[in-house]
């Protein structure tokens, strides 16, 4: 918090010193977490959900699709508050378009669930590219947005972030038992009262929130939900309860490691997104996974 373009001390305490720390660098580092936490938690509801390693907001194709709808929403110049219900809408939308293909009678196919996802991501990219070519001006800032990052962060939208995690924490705390006995296979679950299809639509609904808000306020971060439930799942193995907790503490560390980091490594004052950071430590994670774990990721 007191590192970056401009080095504050805590011994400096003039006005300009303090209104930087107090209303710049804190809803920072504290929105910083927030995101981490919420993006840790949705990438350890995904992969519990959909039982697969690679799953997370990127792989499905929620985020890009989420990040369409918030692009959309700031082109049409609707409010700064309708972007997160836009991105939910369209996030959730992409989410259950690759759901709804990758499913079959026998479960889900990863295989296909991560073509499918990578297509989507594609798809909106380019979409995003044709939204940006027609509305040039009022998506200036846009391209800088779209690679990730905590820029003009306020004590206000770190309020409604907090309210959005505390929501869906609570939900997910709710429903562990349910969530557990989904996790081992559709059949164990189903014998065991539970309702599939309806128990993972809210998951969904409520992960995919958790997506929404982040992307809307912070534009594409990637890979946070891929690499979180992995560390978190060495400390606690695959009890939801305890997933919530880890997943939630990893993430925010990792993204306010990021940060500072995406805010140091650049001498001059400039500074990196946020979102860059994440993708390089993502991608090597992604394939490290991909090496390991084939047999669980290829399952059919």
Not at 281 to 287: E, N, P, R, S, T
Request: proline share 3%; aromatic share 12%; net charge positive.
């Amino acid at each position: 918090m007191f590192v970056g373009s401009t080095d504050i001390t805590q011994f400096r305490t003039d006005e300009v010193q303090r209104d930087i720390l107090l209303n710049m660098r804190a809803p920072r580092v504290v929105f910083a977490g927030l995101t981490g936490a919420m993006l840790g938690l949705s990438g350890s509801v995904y992969q519990l959900v959909l039982r697969n390693p690679l799953a997370d907001s990127f792989t499905t194709g929620a985020a890009s699709s989420a990040a369409l709808g918030a692009v959309i929403a700031i082109a049409l110049g609707l409010p700064a508050h309708l972007a997160s219900p836009v991105a939910l809408f369209t996030g959730l939308g992409g989410l259950m378009l690759v759901y709804s293909v990758s499913y079959r009678r026998s479960g889900i196919s990863p295989i296909t669930m991560i073509l499918a996802g990578v297509v989507l991501n594609i798809v909106a990219s380019s979409v995003i590219g044709f939204v940006k070519f027609f509305f040039e001006e009022s998506l200036t800032s846009i391209v800088f947005w779209l690679m990730g990052g905590f820029y003009m962060i306020t004590w206000a939208k770190t309020a409604f972030a907090a309210s959005v995690l505390i929501l869906c924490t609570a939900y997910f705390v709710f429903r562990a038992r349910p969530l557990n006995i989904l996790a081992l296979d559709e059949m164990s679950a189903e014998t065991s009262g539970v309702n599939v299809r309806s128990e993972r639509m809210r998951a969904f609904v409520f992960s995919t929130a958790l997506v929404a808000v982040s992307v809307s306020f912070t534009g594409l971060i990637g890979f946070v939900g891929l690499i979180v439930p992995h560390i978190a799942r060495s400390f606690y193995g695959s009890d939801v309860r305890q997933g919530i907790f880890y997943s939630s503490v990893f993430g925010a560390l990792l993204m306010i490691t990021a940060d500072a980091v995406a805010r140091t490594v650049i001498p001059n004052g400039a500074e990196l997104p946020v979102g860059i950071v994440t993708a390089v430590l993502g991608g090597m994670f992604f394939f490290y996974i991909l090496r390991s774990r084939q047999a669980e990721i290829w399952h059919d």
